[in-house]
């Protein structure tokens, strides 16, 4: 079975500044994909980040990137340049191929101006 | 392209009652799945529909049910409501089920049972 954790439930980082923030998880499969969802007051779950178990080169869209260590299991999520509008609960969730989302129980992360 | 609707967004029921949500899909998906997200804690995995057929199941008890329908709107029933059932439900839809796709949420129902 899939887990998924979330070591950091609150974390707060300065406007402009960078935040990383943690995850780990464990599965039985060799084939798997892995994604960031960020959740904001309004609720509704938004796709940050994807990443392909199989893909060695760590995803990057805009001023999200990952940092990808599949030996360790770890998924870290990096925000560069933070914005006010990047507060929010942060999921971590894995997704075996064919099967289903195991989300990870969230880091609220904080943007102070 | 539409994204994932829900309906309705907020719902009050008493303890014993029966509820039913409604999702429909992001045009083009066969794939739906269920959450149950209790107040801050992550969504927990329900069900999922694949082209009609249930595909897999969380650890729910069975008055939690579904269908999806032929345009592969789908929903969830839950009868003999309990306390514990208030939580966000959410429904995500995608691509197919076989290809380990993302997933899109929608809004969900925030559902309150007295």
């Known amino acids: 079975a899939q887990t998924v954790t979330q070591s950091q439930p609150e974390m707060s980082v300065q406007e402009a500044e960078t935040v990383t923030l943690s995850c780990t998880y464990d599965?039985?499969?060799?084939?798997?994909?892995l994604f960031w969802y960020k959740q904001p007051p309004s609720r509704q779950m938004i796709l940050v980040i994807r990443?392909?178990?199989?893909?060695?080169q760590n995803a990057t869209e805009n001023r999200f990137s990952v940092n990808f260590q599949k030996a360790a299991k770890s998924f870290s999520l990096k925000i560069s340049d933070s914005q006010l509008g990047d507060a929010a609960m942060y999921f971590c969730?894995?997704?075996?191929?064919?099967?289903?989302?195991?989300f990870g129980p969230g880091t609220r992360l904080s943007v102070l101006p | 392209e539409t994204g994932v609707t829900q309906s309705p967004t907020h719902l009050i029921k008493t303890r014993g009652q029966q509820v039913t949500l409604r999702c429909s899909s992001q045009?083009?998906?066969?794939?739906v799945s269920w959450y149950q997200q209790a107040l801050g804690q992550g969504p927990q995995f329900i069900f999922q529909?694949?082209?009609?057929?249930?595909?897999g199941r969380g650890n729910f008890p069975p008055r939690f049910s579904g269908l999806q329908f032929p345009n592969y709107s789908s929903e969830l029933n839950v009868n003999a409501l309990e306390l514990d059932d208030s939580a966000l439900y959410l429904c995500?839809?995608?691509?197919?089920?076989?290809?380990?796709?993302?997933?899109?949420f929608g809004p969900g129902t925030r559902l309150t049972v007295l």
């Open positions: 599965t039985s499969e060799s084939d798997y994909y």
């Open positions: 995500a839809s995608s691509l197919d089920v076989l290809s380990g796709d993302t997933q899109y």
């Open positions: 990443q392909e178990a199989y893909k060695q």
């Open positions: 045009s083009g998906h066969n794939t």
């Open positions: 529909y694949y082209r009609e057929e249930e595909n």
């Open positions: 969730a894995s997704r075996d191929y064919g099967q289903n989302f195991v």
